[in-house]
């Protein structure tokens, strides 16, 4: 069964009654690897009298700064972290021996590794590159905009005959409007939203539809409304 999560940060802490959450470094004012045990133990009482959990935190460290990662995935395995995404700047330059060895200390700790796609970036790392990376300790972020930018169609002209369309863990919810990439409703743009909602949800998907605020004008209630509109007519 699929599920909702939300990009939380300090400055926008309204969570719209979703209880799972995506952080950064921003949503705690400083990196989780540096703080102390009682830091650490306030965020944990704090995720449970709220009860809520930390489905997906964003690590920006680079790879190669294997001694940070193991302090970072102790203190994320204290506070139930589900998965962590590294991002481009997180792998640039790195080799594939220094993600795979970020891949075994996360599976150690129950913690599976994401990656996504960035259209600036996809030479650098695109599907052959996570395809010689997959294990079942790995997943991905699905944002249909970084597909868009290059003018592809988003999921008729690639998550559909992905074989690694069983991979996504994460749908990002945000639409655009192509050529203008101007941020819209789902279901609005060019995104193809409701195919790769529909497409996903026909493999049985138990992944995430994950909110976040991403175009000045569009309030975040107003996009899990439309999304949540769109599930119930399909």
């Not at 930390?54 to 790879?63: C, D, K, Q, R, S």
């Not at 972290?81 to 481009?88: G, K």
Request: net charge negative; with cysteine.
């Amino acid at each position: 069964m699929y599920r909702f999560s939300i990009a939380q940060d300090a400055q926008n802490p309204e969570r719209f009654g979703i209880s799972n959450l995506e952080w950064t470094d921003d949503s705690l004012g400083e990196p989780l690897w540096s703080l102390n045990g009682e830091k650490i133990e306030k965020i944990r009482n704090r995720l449970i009298c709220d009860m809520c959990r930390v489905v997906l935190y964003t690590a920006n460290m680079p790879v190669q700064e294997y001694e940070r990662y193991v302090q970072f995935f102790r203190k994320a395995h204290l506070i139930g972290v589900e998965n962590v995404l590294l991002r481009y700047p997180a792998i640039a330059g790195a080799s594939d021996e220094a993600i795979r060895r970020i891949i075994a200390i996360g599976a150690a700790f129950s913690i599976r590794i994401l990656f996504c796609f960035e259209a600036e970036h996809m030479e650098e790392f695109g599907f052959e590159r996570y395809g010689a990376l997959r294990s079942e300790d790995t997943g991905l972020v699905y944002d249909c905009r970084e597909f868009l930018k290059q003018g592809k169609l988003p999921y008729r002209g690639v998550l559909h005959t992905s074989k690694f369309r069983s991979d996504v863990v994460f749908l990002r919810i945000q639409d655009y409007v192509a050529h203008s990439l101007q941020p819209v409703l789902p279901m609005h743009g060019n995104c193809e939203i409701k195919d790769a909602a529909s497409g996903l949800l026909a493999r049985r998907y138990e992944g995430y539809f994950s909110f976040s605020k991403y175009g000045d004008g569009l309030a975040t209630q107003d996009v899990i409304r439309e999304f949540c509109q769109m599930l119930c007519q399909m």
